[in-house]
């Protein structure tokens, strides 16, 4: 499936600082995690789109409270869900469950 992901990003476009090793209940390292990440992978579509969703903070209810699908809601799901379903990622799993009965 990692190979079909055309969307994934290559080893040189997001770099990790792992920090140094903890001792004990000592973690001073102050360094974010991502040293490095290659912003146009936020173009693709089914990450621009999730991004969308985030920063329109549809699904995020007060506590308590009902929560309810409206129209925006419901747009913004369905784009998503179709770009998610058409991946080959997608296609791929969906196959292999099917196969498996």
């Not at 080893?11 to 102050?30: A, M, T």
């Not at 089914?46 to 329109?56: D, G, H, P, T, V």
């Amino acid at each position: 499936m990692r190979e079909a992901d055309v969307d994934k990003a290559k080893p040189e476009d997001i770099v990790l600082n792992w920090g140094s090793s903890v001792k004990e209940n000592n973690n001073n390292n102050q360094s974010k995690l991502f040293s490095y990440v290659n912003k146009s992978l936020f173009n693709r579509p089914i990450y621009s789109n999730l991004i969308a969703i985030y920063e329109q903070n549809l699904f995020n209810p007060d506590a308590c409270q009902p929560d309810y699908l409206t129209s925006l809601k419901n747009i913004s799901l369905e784009r998503y869900l179709t770009i998610l379903t058409n991946s080959s990622v997608f296609r791929l799993a969906y196959k292999y469950l099917v196969d498996q009965s």
